[in-house]
């Protein structure tokens, strides 16, 4: 099992910037992709960047070139700085953990709100 320390979210104007944070903890030395998803009022869980134990970054189509994730192996913390944020990237924000025998765990969700 893998546990989540989410934090960072509030409420933002458009054309403003976030950092979420993510502090994990339990079998993470299993763990060799971490990253965040994202559910949107009344649409399914989708995937906003992952960043594997290789340092390799991949971002969704809707934030790439607005949205930095970065890990800190020493602190267990993964983080998610939102910049250039729109009224659409209001969500639940959840830090994800993925190990390398195929598991897959989700934090208890942030919830960050873009005003226009």
């Known amino acids: 099992q893998v546990q989540f320390v989410e934090s960072g979210g509030g409420l933002v104007q458009a054309g403003g910037s976030l950092t979420l944070s993510c502090t994990t903890s339990?079998?993470?030395?299993?763990?060799?992709?971490n990253g965040w998803y994202r559910q949107r009022p009344g649409m399914k869980r989708e995937w906003v960047a992952t960043i594997t134990d290789n340092g390799s970054r991949a971002y969704g189509d809707s934030v790439r070139g607005r949205f930095t994730v970065s890990r800190n192996n020493g602190a267990n913390t993964i983080d998610l700085q939102m910049n250039a944020l729109k009224p659409e990237d209001t969500a639940v924000y959840y830090c994800?953990?993925?190990?390398?025998?195929?598991?897959?765990?989700y934090g208890q969700g942030t919830q960050v709100t873009v005003s226009s």
């Open positions: 994800y953990a993925a190990t390398r025998s195929g598991q897959h765990y």
């Open positions: 339990g079998n993470i030395g299993s763990v060799n992709t």
